[in-house]
């Protein structure tokens, strides 16, 4: 079915899903150890980017690339028991009971939560108190690592396909999810944007040496606006394109049809 083939943002094979496993490793090292790590604690634009490749890129990359199967969290097709040619199926794992239960659970404020969760996890770590206190420590770089990554991959399981895993919404649903996550994003960036003043205490700029204070907070604000539309205009995109070729969703009118039949 074209439906399924499409996907939220289109599922890669099994080797591009490796590629973007790797890639993901990649980026989250690179956010974490020098020279980005050092340069976020001196410079706003680069603790931008350091949050952005954190709470954007880390997350979609692990969703849409997660190895399941590769990595035994999830059962593999059917294979040959023995040389008589009977064949058996793998028992569910993690991600195969994550998937059903899903499916069985697929209420919207589900995802309503995970979408609140990770907003205030954003938010947060976008204040004057945690930025500058990321600036200041630079060990609470691993906390906003796992708080960002962990609430980000919780709300990418709800916007695109990672099968088994598959989204609990409707596509109306998650295109109005990716745009509230990503216009949360452009608002704390146009709110640093519109400062006249330092906003963050941590980072000092003194005249003659490196970015003034207006060319470092309009720098900031592009990168945090550009990073949001790259991650999330994709799902938005897809997914308003596949809605409108669709007269109703796949997913909705199979729970119909098994409504149906139960009451029958």
């Known amino acids: 079915m074209p439906e399924q083939r499409i996907g ?8 591009g899903r490796l590629v973007l496993a790797a890639l993901a490793v990649a980026v989250f090292v690179a956010a974490l150890v020098p020279p980005l790590s050092s340069e976020a604690r001196q410079v706003e634009v680069y603790q931008a980017l350091q949050f952005a490749l954190l709470a954007l890129g880390v997350p979609a990359l692990v969703v849409l690339g997660a190895p399941w ?27 195969d009971r994550l998937a059903a239960a899903r499916r069985r659970y697929p209420e919207p404020v589900r ?36 708080t960002l990554v962990g609430a980000g991959i919780g709300l990418w399981l709800e916007l695109v396909e990672s099968p088994p895993v598959r989204p609990r919404l409707a596509r109306p ?18 709110l640093l944007g519109l400062s006249h003043a330092s906003v963050y205490g941590a980072f000092h700029h003194a005249a003659g040496h490196g970015l003034s204070v207006a060319a470092d907070q309009a720098l900031t604000t592009w990168v945090l606006w550009f990073t949001a539309l790259c991650a999330f205009l ?22 119909r049809l098994v409504r149906h039949q139960g009451r029958r």
């Open 173 to 190: 649903r998650r295109i109005v999810v990716a745009a509230v996550a990503m216009w949360t994003i452009w608002v704390t960036a146009y």
């Open 111 to 146: 995802s309503l939560a995970f979408l609140i969760l990770d907003l205030a996890v954003v938010v947060a770590w976008r204040t004057p108190a945690g930025v500058d206190a990321l600036a200041r420590h630079g060990w609470l770089s691993l906390i906003e690592a796992a």
């Open 8 to 15: 939220a943002v289109g599922p890669p094979g099994s080797g």
């Open 234 to 255: 994709p799902v938005i995109f897809t997914n308003l394109v596949v809605w409108l070729r669709s007269d109703e969703d796949p997913d909705e009118a199979l729970r």
């Open 69 to 95: 199967r590769l990595l035994g969290l999830a059962a593999g097709p059917a294979t040959l028991a023995d040389a008589e040619g009977l064949s058996r199926i793998d028992r569910p794992r993690l991600a």
